[in-house]
């Protein structure tokens, strides 16, 4: 895969994250009468994955970098919090939040790749 096809991606994934996080923050806040998640999940996350998506229209080592740390971060976390979820007996949650550490991790390991491309050009 090229460096073009890993922009591409990246950018359609970035823009699916963005839009989950408006989603579900939406969701937590109409439906489920939950604030916390929208200051302390959804909010944050859309703020790196809108972060992410300008330094990849303009990429460099260095911003691809800082994207990547970022990124790995949000992988951790919802892999932590979807097995707590799970463990705690939420059949849909937990899973659902297992994904998208599956989405950001193709996420991570893209923009990795596409970072070590750069580099070596």
């Not at 300008?54 to 919802?78: A, E, N, Y």
């Not at 994904?99 to 990795?112: I, Q, R």
């Amino acid at each position: 895969m090229n460096f073009a096809a890993h922009q591409r991606m990246n950018l359609a994934l970035l823009g699916l994250l963005i839009a989950a996080c408006v989603y579900f923050s939406t969701y937590d806040i109409q439906a489920e009468k939950i604030w916390w998640t929208t200051w302390y999940i959804y909010l944050p996350r859309g703020l790196i994955f809108f972060l992410g998506s300008i330094i990849w229209k303009k990429p460099s080592p260095t911003g691809l970098g800082m994207v990547l740390g970022f990124l790995l971060l949000i992988d951790l976390f919802l892999i932590g919090y979807g097995a707590w979820l799970s463990l705690q007996g939420e059949m849909l949650w937990g899973p659902l939040t297992l994904a998208f550490a599956g989405l950001t991790g193709l996420l991570s390991w893209s923009t990795w790749k596409a970072r070590g491309m750069l580099m070596a050009s």
